[in-house]
């Protein structure tokens, strides 16, 4: 089973910023966050990812929570190429047995 | 950079029959892993390549199999194929084993009849 837990689907603007929440309350002290997306008919795209600290890339900025049960996906401008679905992961580095992907948040940005 | 790259995209097969599904990795990239993608299970880990060696292996029955090149291209084979078998078999690679940090392939679209 996933260790996080998702909305099932989120709409947002285009040109507006998408908040996507990830509740992880049982993440432990090794794990870190990684966020993927699936557009539809490809492989999932790797985004972001965090262990404690907030992060930021070209894509995306993950917000982690102090107590670390909970993160926040932030795409600052979506785009209607922004549309698929977000998976959020917590998983240690060292072992792909965890890599244990959810039903994730499927994000339909709006024109 | 080319990405992962998977053959065939789309296969149809028997009940019964075997297929051998090919992945090759991003340049430079050593380790890889397959996931099996359905609508009522999700993505689920199959195994992880690394220096030609099965570094680990999900919840699967001995039917899959796979291996890995010396030059980090991989295969999966799944024998005796069932109809619950039918999915999408997604391939990615990473630099190192141990880094979920994954690039993954389109995948190929299994269908067993």
């Not at chain 2, 999700?42 to 999900?58: C, D, H, I, V």
């Amino acid at each position: 089973d996933a260790k996080t837990t998702q909305p099932p689907s989120m709409d947002c603007a285009e040109g507006r910023a998408a908040n996507l929440p990830c509740n992880h309350s049982t993440i432990s002290g090794n794990e870190y966050v990684y966020w993927y997306r699936q557009i539809h008919s490809q492989g999932p795209q790797y985004i972001i990812h965090g262990l404690k600290n907030n992060e930021t890339n070209e894509m995306a900025s993950l917000i982690i929570t102090e107590d670390r049960k909970s993160s926040t996906l932030i795409l600052p401008h979506a785009t209607l190429r922004d549309t698929a679905v977000y998976y959020c992961i917590v998983a240690p580095t060292y072992n792909n047995n965890d890599m244990r992907f959810g039903a994730g948040t499927r994000l339909t940005v709006k024109p | 950079k080319a990405g992962v790259t998977q053959t065939p995209r789309y296969l149809i097969k028997t009940r019964g029959q075997q297929v051998t599904l090919s992945c090759s990795p991003i340049s430079g990239h050593r380790s890889v892993s397959w996931y099996q993608q359905t609508p009522g299970q999700g993505l689920q880990f199959l195994f992880e390549y690394f220096s030609e060696t099965q570094r680990n292996k999900g919840n699967f029955p001995g039917r899959f199999s796979g291996r890995q090149f010396s030059n980090s291209r991989s295969e999966m084979n799944v024998s005796t194929l069932e109809l619950g078998d039918s999915a999408l078999y997604l391939c990615a690679s990473s630099l190192e084993p141990g880094t979920n940090e994954q690039y993954f392939g389109p995948g190929t679209r299994l269908t067993v009849t």
